[in-house]
């Protein structure tokens, strides 16, 4: 693995402009950068990062299927009780998951290591599926990366096939809050590939979805939602005035309720507790259990339902070095063995890795200038060298 200095497309913001790619810059920050890209072999790519990913989705679902027979590990993952059966059938009914994101500190010189599932609600999927493979096949053309240079990326193929086997008719509605560019630009990308595998897709905000006298999720033109793709968390569903309505609907969502127990950092300690010592994970244990006092005085301490590293703390020694803020953390902690990601010249860069229909399918990387990967990371293309 290599972090390689490269140049940037004259046009590259008129490109992203022509492609839909709306958010490339964010507050005027770059978002998109191409400035330099990350080269693995393709030996790592596929032994360190794609087979783990496989492997460790199976130890998800057996993690899974404990839970829900388990009202225990429910009330340890802050899943509200009034949520438990519809949680559980929904796993029991196999409603089908649609994709995901496992971010992965790696530096090709070790095990990959599980920071975290982003199971749920995962951003960056429209610049990891999409626009970085148009950026290869222009770099590829313009002599910028070497010919012959490939890319661990076959996302937009997996989500336009997944969409036809899911058995799905009629009407996919596809949603997000208001006044989010990036997230309006992911949903637009998810109707398009739902479009592309044969359904018919409509975008819809969650703000003006409403509910009729039988209790069904209703759109503006007062019809039934089936199907749902939401980008919102689940952890906000089971909490607000929306959600109140969720276990009593008929409509079926992507992602599926079962993966409530899988987007949540509570994930991290039941999986080390499972498979302890497997070489992708690390030590992780539930705030106040006696066992984290194997971490000693260096971890790193997250919320439950920390996005973007908020609330994430790292302590050193017994000193705290790094604290995010946020609004999270009254759901409560996990801790993690401290295992810093690789630095290459003051860039830490993140390796999620995606997976469709539970399938590895690519990897997007999002580099930040700090240890704690936050909101104004951002993301770099990679290639396969060899």
């Known amino acids: 693995m290599e972090r390689i200095s490269v140049e940037p497309r004259d046009d590259w913001r008129d490109t992203a402009e022509a492609h839909g790619f709306r958010f490339h810059t964010i507050d005027d920050e770059r978002y998109w950068d191409e400035s330099a890209c990350y080269s ?56 089908r998951n649609l994709y995901g994101r496992m971010d992965f500190a790696y530096d090709g010189k070790g095990p990959a290591k599980l920071f975290e599932y982003n199971a749920d609600t995962p951003t960056s999927l429209y610049e990891s599926g999409v626009f970085q493979w148009v950026w290869l096949e222009q770099a590829i053309e313009r002599g910028i990366i070497p010919d012959g240079s490939d890319q661990f990326n076959s996302l937009h193929e997996a989500l336009t096939g997944s969409f036809s086997q899911m058995g799905l008719a009629g009407t996919l509605h596809v949603a997000c809050c208001k006044d989010s560019e990036e997230d309006e630009g992911t949903v637009e990308y998810i109707a398009d590939c739902a479009r ?17 006298t039988e209790g069904r999720f209703t759109d ?52 080390w507790e499972m498979f302890e010592g497997h070489p992708n994970l690390l030590p992780a244990y539930f705030d106040g259990d006696p066992a984290a006092s194997a971490l000693g005085d260096t971890y790193v301490r997250k919320p439950l339902f920390s996005r973007e590293g908020a609330n994430v703390e790292v302590f050193e020694n017994g000193e705290r070095t790094v604290s995010v803020e946020g609004d999270y953390g009254a759901e409560g902690h996990i801790l993690q063995a401290y295992h810093p990601l690789p630095n290459f010249g003051g860039n830490y860069p993140m390796v999620g890795s995606w997976l469709v229909a539970s399938q590895p399918a690519g990897i997007g990387i999002r580099e930040d200038t700090s240890l704690v990967t936050g909101n104004n990371a951002r993301f770099l293309p990679h290639i396969i060298s060899e």
């Open 40 to 95: 693995f072999t393709l030996r790592e790519i596929e032994d360190d990062i794609e087979d783990p990913t496989a492997e460790i989705e199976q130890l998800c679902f057996e993690v899974v299927a404990r839970a829900v027979a388990d009202d225990a590990v429910m009330t340890r993952l802050g899943i509200p009780e009034a949520f438990w059966d519809f949680v559980a059938d929904t796993w029991s009914q196999q409603h």
């Open 196 to 212: 592309q595998g044969g359904l018919d897709a409509k975008l819809i905000y969650i703000e003006d979805i409403g509910i009729d």
């Open 220 to 271: 503006l033109q007062d019809e039934p939602i089936n199907d749902l793709f939401k980008l919102y968390p689940w952890e906000w569903i089971m909490t607000d005035e929306f959600g109140k309505n969720v276990p009593n609907t008929n409509t079926r969502f992507i992602e599926p309720g079962w993966k409530a127990l899988l987007s949540n950092k509570g994930l991290l300690p039941l999986l």
